[in-house]
């Protein structure tokens, strides 16, 4: 899955340093096999690879975003 943050809507969680609790959080209820993070197209963003078994398990393991 390739990802972008909104710049404005994350500058406040970069300078009060919640934005790597958060991530941890996500990543921890994703479980990804690896993830990426540096800009993408010019924004913060990066890359999670997820296993999935099914195509159906998209909807739940995507719904925390």
Do not use: H
Not at 8 to 34: H, I
Not at 56 to 61: D, H, I
């Amino acid at each position: 899955m390739k990802f972008t943050l909104p710049t404005q809507e994350t500058n406040p969680l970069v300078d009060d340093g919640s934005v790597g609790q958060k991530t941890e959080s996500l990543l921890g209820k994703l479980q990804p096999e690896a993830a990426y993070f540096g800009p993408v197209a010019g924004k913060r963003g990066g890359f999670i690879v997820i296993n999935m078994e099914e195509g159906s398990e998209v909807v739940t393991k995507l719904e925390p975003l």
